[in-house]
């Protein structure tokens, strides 16, 4: 079907490719225009609205990396930033959930070597270290990017998670499934 929207494929890295989808041959390389170290290929659409939402993880200037979440439009290029907040450690971050209002974000504790992978060409699983800390959930709200944040989870059996996808609202609670 004609529409004005682009065709990706996407992985966890920030390149992606924009297919033709009548010959499937890739039309064009596209690289974020914003320096990323990693993002995920697990794109959310926005409920209720005609864009999309994904993360960018990215340096700050404190020698630390930020998750940064962006709104896409039609195209890749059509996009703005939501949020940022400084991530307490590289962390391994597959995807996000969302509601409506909120995206949530869970990091694990669990670091990964970004360098190793981008300089090495190292799968992100293999420089993948446990801390001895607690997961950490956060929401981001989508209108404005305020983020709260504080939320641990003390279950050990969820130290580490790549995917949860079911979240929602109930009256002031977010519930996401893990």
Do not use: C
Not at 166 to 173: C, K, T, Y
């Amino acid at each position: 079907p004609e529409d004005n929207g682009q065709y990706l494929a996407v992985g966890n890295f920030p390149a992606v490719q924009e297919m033709d989808m009548d010959s499937l041959i890739v039309k064009e390389a596209k690289q974020f225009d914003q320096k990323s170290l990693a993002t995920s290929p697990h794109w959310r659409r926005e409920v209720g609205a005609n864009s999309s939402i994904n993360f960018h993880i990215m340096e700050n200037d404190n020698g630390g990396v930020n998750m940064t979440l962006f709104r896409f439009n039609s195209t890749y290029e059509d996009h703005a930033q939501i949020g940022t907040f400084a991530l307490p450690h590289e962390s391994l971050i597959h995807m996000i959930s969302n509601t409506p209002n909120y995206a949530v974000i869970v990091v694990s504790p669990v670091s990964i070597d970004f360098q190793a992978i981008t300089n090495n060409k190292t799968y992100p699983v293999k420089t993948a270290t446990k801390l001895n800390d607690t997961m950490q959930v956060y929401l981001m709200n989508l209108r404005d990017g305020t983020v709260m944040d504080g939320f641990d989870v003390n279950d050990t059996s969820l130290e580490f998670a790549t995917h949860h996808i079911n979240a929602w609202e109930e009256s002031q609670d977010i519930v996401f499934d893990i």
